[in-house]
């Protein structure tokens, strides 16, 4: 049973940066591990996805501005947020997938555990 908690939301203005970290409770193992994001009124949105070995894979949307990482020793992923945007502002879910291998479905069905999520809202 793995139990994720996200931290480093927050309020951030247009072009700013964050970084968003996942800590787990238990070990990652080797399964890939993401990032969701879900709008008031919109479906869950992927956002990246890293595998056990460190490749990484990213939503249309983030390409070129976020950057999904992760250290096993400490059982924490992050997310460094640049250049953000309004369009970021949604509540950001870390979570553990079921392979170690990339989720290229890019589907919330591809993970088994999930964070509460943290808040982050991109406004002037």
Known sequence: QVRLVE???????????????????????????GWFRQAPGKER???AAIS??????????????F????DNA???LYLQMNDLKP?????YYCAKGKVARLPEKR????????????QVTVSS
């Open 45 to 47: 949105e992927f956002v």
């Open 107 to 118: 589907s919330p069905d591809e993970y088994e555990y999930w964070g509460q999520g943290t």
């Open 7 to 33: 931290s480093g939301g927050g309020l951030a203005q247009p072009g700013g940066s964050l970084r968003l970290s996942c800590a787990a409770f238990e070990s990652f193992a080797s399964n890939a591990m």
């Open 74 to 76: 400490k059982n924490t």
């Open 67 to 70: 950057t999904i990482s992760r």
């Open 52 to 65: 056990w070995v460190g490749n990484t894979l990213y939503g249309a949307s983030v390409k070129g501005r």
């Open 87 to 91: 369009e970021d502002t949604a509540l």
